[in-house]
Every structure is written in structure tokens, then in C-alpha cells.
């Protein structure tokens, strides 16, 4: 465990990400490339930066990085890379909600590395972190544009299923992920949603 911890750790230094976390959303990317150049991107759970640095890159200057988190960031531009706005704020709150939407209207990608803090239950840590993912999925009902992207972690549990089965009616194409870069003792796993569906291209449901 600590040779896996101490590369992914060691290599987030050298290419100066501030976490090691950074290598599960590059593992996704490079297998499923749902980021591209010019895109608008929304980063939650966005401090201290990695995914939001990452996705700069990736997307390129003509595209943007909102990154959200209770914890303060600061705005950054770099040189072929696109601006990173911060918003600090509780996505459970309609005021953070309407800050985002002053940044951008919509975006092609909303990204979710929340986790809560545990507590040592299994099972309650699962829940809060539902409560985070449904949240997150939430917003990327609203702001993702048709044919968007959603990455979000989750802590593995009895409701995961569940979590799994609301993001792929929203979604063409849903996919489990679990990144080399997480540690083997964690229950974290990612679900990845490709090819958003729009409000207005959902079947209506039977009654």
C-alpha cells in the first residue's frame, strides 16, 4: 500500500499537482477522453486544485474551469491554460448555485471529488457521501448542456446501486470506474455518465 501512496504522491510533486488525487480523474480522461479543448468545465469539491489544474490543461485557454469548495481557492491563468474561477461556497445553497451561473450558463463537463468527512461508520459515510453525489448530480441536471459529461466519486455501499440507476436515466452511456491511482483499501469508486440527455429529450415517464 505505502509504494502506491509514496509513487502517486511522489509524482503529483514532480509534475506540481497539489494532490495525488489528480491521477484519477487523468486515468478516466485518458480512457474515455471526455474532456476536450474549449470546454466549459465545473470542478466540485474543487480545493485544492488538482482536478481544476488538470482540466485547465486539458481544455485549453479558450475554455473555462469553475471549481467550487467550502474552502477557499484563488482565481489562477496560465499560459495555454484556461482561467480557473473559484467560488467558495456550499453547493447545498442557492446563493453558490447562482454565483456559478454568473461564471457560466451551462457547461460540457461538471466534475464531483467531494467527500464527506468520516466518521469510522462505514454506512454513514456512505450515506453523507449519497448525499454529496445526489447533490452533484443535481446540479449537472441543470447545468450540464446536451451531450455533457459527469464524473463523480462515491463511497461504495448498500445505496450505490441506487446512485448508479439515477445517474444512467440521465445519461446514453454510464460507466463504473475504479482508477489504478485510488488505494486498494479504499471504497471509493467513480461513476462516470457520457452523452447527457436534456430535459427536453427525456421520454415522458408512464404513470
Not at 479543448?37 to 485549453?60: C, E, F, I
Not at 447562482?98 to 456512505?126: C, Y
Not at 457521501?129 to 447545468?143: E, G, P, W, Y
Request: hydrophobic share 35%; glycine share 8%; aromatic share 10%.
Amino acid at each position: 500500500m505505502k509504494e502506491v501512496q509514496d509513487y502517486y504522491f511522489k509524482k503529483a510533486q514532480r509534475e506540481g499537482y497539489p494532490a495525488r488525487s489528480v491521477y484519477k480523474l487523468e486515468e478516466a480522461q485518458h480512457k474515455y477522453g471526455f474532456l476536450k479543448r474549449g470546454q466549459r468545465v465545473l470542478d466540485l469539491g474543487g480545493y485544492p486544485g488538482s482536478w481544476s489544474m488538470y482540466s485547465a490543461k486539458t481544455v485549453g485557454d479558450q475554455g473555462l474551469v469553475v471549481a467550487v469548495d467550502l474552502q477557499s481557492g484563488r482565481r489562477r491563468q496560465e499560459s495555454n491554460r484556461a482561467p480557473i474561477e473559484f467560488v467558495r461556497g456550499d453547493i447545498m445553497r442557492d446563493e453558490t448555485l447562482a454565483a456559478i451561473e454568473r461564471l457560466a450558463p451551462n457547461f460540457q463537463v461538471v466534475l464531483s471529488d467531494m467527500a464527506p468527512q468520516t466518521t469510522g461508520s462505514k454506512w454513514a459515510d456512505h450515506q453523507k457521501s449519497l448525499v454529496l453525489c445526489r447533490q452533484a448530480l443535481d446540479l449537472a441536471r441543470r447545468l450540464l448542456v446536451p451531450g455533457g459529461a459527469f464524473y463523480c466519486k462515491v463511497f461504495d455501499g448498500e445505496d450505490f446501486k441506487e446512485f448508479f440507476e439515477q445517474t444512467k436515466r440521465d445519461f446514453r452511456q454510464t460507466k463504473i470506474v475504479k482508477p489504478k491511482s485510488s488505494r486498494p483499501e479504499s471504497r471509493e469508486l467513480f461513476v462516470l455518465g457520457l452523452e447527457f440527455v436534456g430535459q427536453a429529450d427525456k421520454k415522458p415517464r408512464s404513470t
